[in-house]
Every structure is written in C-alpha cells, then in structure tokens.
C-alpha cells in the first residue's frame, strides 16, 4: 500500500523568509500525481501544487515550487517570500495513476511569525 | 476554480439522531465524490468514495448502516450519520473529482462539523 510522511508535524518561519516543506512516498508504481493542500483555520482545503510523476520538470505556482526527487520518492514544497496568509496545515498527498483516492500524509503545521 | 459546496457548516444534535450533510459541485459534473473524517489536529481519513447512481464504497472499519452515503446525481451527494453518538462527532469533509477536467482534481468542501450531544 502506499503511503506519505510528512515528517516535520511544525514548522516555523519568519515573515518574507523561505520554508521547505518534506514530503516522502512508498510506492511501486510508475504512473502517479503528487500534490500538496493548504488547510487554514477556516478549513477549507485549498490545491497549492501539482505534480505528474512523468514530468523530470519540478512544478511552480508564484511563490511555491517543489522540489520532485523520483528515485528518492520526495516531493518537498518551497515557500518563497513567506505571508501571513500562508499559516495553515500542509498535506502532501499521493494518486496512483486510473486510481480516485488520495492517500495523504499527516500533515505539517506552517507558522509565520511577524 | 471550480467550487464545492458543503452544507451545513455546523450541527450540533441529540444523541439518537440522523444528520444528513449535503455536498454539490457547483460549476462542474462530478462522477465521483469523496467523504472524509478529520479528527483534531489529524489528517484526512477517506471514509467512502462516492459514485453517480451506484453504491458508496466505504473504506475498510467504516460501518455502511452507520453512514449512509447517496449519490443522486452528478451534482450532489449526501452523507447520512445515523442514530449519532458523541463518538460521531468529528469534522466531515467532502471532495468531488471534475470528471471533465484533464487534471483529475479533487475539489473540497469547506467541511461540517457534528457536535453530537
């Protein structure tokens, strides 16, 4: 079965600075789509970044980017020129290819001091 | 993007009875939608995948009877939580898959919470 760690359950940052984000994955497959959420206080879960195993090129959305490493199963996300409106918890989730449901990881709770 | 609507927002109830939750997708068709549990501080647990005119498949150690899910149309589905105990209570999140998209995104709602009394 697969599953996503998310291994630092805090983390801190000052406002205007970068933070990474770690993510690894087990899987066998070769055919999957890696993603990381945004759940602020409201809740909601917002789709920050995607990313198609077959693509080498890691993906961008503004100030988030990741960092894909396929042989290592990791997919951290950076956060540039951090923002008060980035404080959430972030999930990394995992999608095998033709499959519906994502398994996601346990999360990382994102605090940006002012 | 597209939009996911979730109602209510919040519920609180009587030990003993129903709570029907509603989730639609608002802009798009969604062939398939998902239910999840979230405990405090804790990550999303998959209860069942949702399926347009066909039965719910509920992820293993989830009781059927006990949440009952239908899915009428490729715009809503529905999540019953029968005969609710204050063990029930727990934040409910929905998703909807956009069948047309070429991205296969899931969509969520803004999630329910079900204050059991």
């Known amino acids: 079965a697969q599953t996503v760690t998310q291994s630092q359950p805090e983390m801190s940052v000052q406002e205007a600075e970068t933070v990474t984000l770690s993510c690894t994955y087990d899987?066998?497959?070769?055919?999957?789509?890696l993603f990381w959420y945004k759940q602020p206080p409201s809740r909601q879960m917002i789709l920050v970044i995607r990313?198609?195993?077959?693509?080498?090129q890691n993906a961008t959305e503004n100030r988030f980017s990741v960092n894909f490493q396929k042989a290592a199963k990791s997919f951290s996300l950076k956060i540039s020129d951090s923002q008060l409106g980035d404080a959430a918890m972030y999930f990394c989730?995992?999608?095998?290819?033709?499959?519906?449901?994502?398994?996601f990881g346990q999360g990382t709770r994102l605090t940006i001091n002012p | 993007g597209a939009v996911v609507s979730q109602h209510p927002s919040w519920v609180i109830c009587k030990s003993g009875t129903s709570v029907k939750i509603e989730c639609r997708s608002l802009?798009?068709?969604?062939?398939?939608m998902f239910w999840y549990r979230q405990f405090p501080k804790q990550s999303l647990m998959l209860m069942a995948t949702?399926?347009?005119?066909?039965?719910?498949?509920?992820e293993q150690g989830v009781e059927k009877d006990k949440f009952l899910i239908n899915h009428a149309s490729l715009t809503l589905s529905t999540l019953t939580v029968t005969s609710a105990h204050p063990e029930d209570s727990s934040f409910y999140i929905c998703?909807?898959?956009?069948?047309?998209?070429?991205?296969?995104?899931?969509?969520f709602g803004a999630g329910t919470r079900l204050s059991v009394l």
């Open positions: 990313q198609e195993a077959y693509k080498q």
């Open positions: 998703s909807a898959r956009d069948r047309t998209g070429a991205l296969n995104i899931q969509y």
């Open positions: 899987t066998s497959e070769s055919d999957y789509y």
């Open positions: 949702s399926n347009e005119g066909s039965k719910a498949t509920y």
């Open positions: 802009d798009f068709q969604a062939t398939t």
């Open positions: 989730a995992y999608r095998r290819g033709g499959a519906q449901k994502l398994v």
